[in-house]
């Protein structure tokens, strides 16, 4: 079956470094749009970061150009989601999104805390 699972959230301080992960299964990886996507307390799910099936296309919500990289190894059926210069305002929930053919595939998501 199709599973996404989503590793490397944690708690941080501000300006720190973090790099998400999403490993893939029971589709086949490199025919998906794969995307990142947060949801903070309180507010709707939004779109974080997107990735094309072959990785050569990106694209970012202007709240994270520049700080954030989304990337993706389809020999390992992973996409990354490089997090830099953390902000308390990045605190949410990351989930990975997997899209192609009508199908829409979720994780289950990881937590990313920004405090001190």
């Known amino acids: 079956q199709v599973q996404l699972v989503e590793s490397g959230g944690g708690l941080v301080q501000p300006g720190g470094s973090l790099r998400l992960s999403c490993a893939a299964s029971?589709?086949?990886?490199?025919?998906?749009?794969m995307s990142w996507y947060r949801q903070a307390p309180g507010k709707e799910r939004e779109l974080v970061a997107t990735v094309s099936s072959a990785g050569g296309s990106t694209n970012y919500d202007d709240s994270v150009k520049g700080r954030f990289t989304i990337s993706r190894d389809n020999a390992k059926n992973t996409v990354y989601l490089q997090i830099n210069s953390l902000k308390p305002e990045d605190t949410a929930v990351y989930y990975c999104?997997?899209?192609?053919?009508?199908?829409?595939?979720w994780g289950q998501g990881t937590q990313v805390t920004v405090s001190s």
């Open positions: 029971g589709f086949t990886f490199s025919r998906y749009t």
């Open positions: 999104n997997a899209a192609g053919y009508g199908y829409y595939y």
